[in-house]
């Protein structure tokens, strides 16, 4: 059974960087397309950055384009999501997730999630 582990979440400020880890067991990471959603209170969870078996294609929803960047390592079963300038509406539970498409989980609901990794962002 596929298990997704996300890791690096905490409380910074404005502005500031973060770089979250999520590591998939079960399953090979070359087997997957894998990507960041996240959920504030009282929000419907978002698609945040996706990308492909063999990092040939990105995708980022248009509030963080610019400023994260989602990367992967195939060979530690790794995937990161690199944050930076930081916002008050960045705030929020992080979930890494694995699919079969990293264009589809633009749209569609993964087939795996991880527990999530909470983000707070404080003046």
């Known amino acids: 059974q596929v298990q997704l582990v996300e890791s690096g979440g905490g409380l910074v400020q404005p502005g500031d960087s973060l770089r979250l880890s999520c590591t998939i067991s079960?399953?090979?990471?070359?087997?997957?397309?894998m990507g960041w959603f996240r959920q504030a209170p009282g929000k419907e969870r978002e698609f945040v950055a996706s990308v492909s078996v063999e990092s040939l294609y990105f995708y980022y929803a248009e509030s963080v384009k610019g400023r994260f960047t989602i990367s992967r390592e195939n060979a530690k079963n790794a995937v990161y999501l690199q944050m930076t300038h930081l916002q008050p509406g960045d705030a929020a539970v992080y979930y890494c997730a694995a699919d079969i498409s990293a264009a589809g989980m633009r749209i569609g609901k993964p087939s795996h999630w991880g527990q999530g990794t909470q983000v707070t962002i404080v003046s």
């Open positions: 079960g399953g090979s990471a070359r087997g997957y397309a």
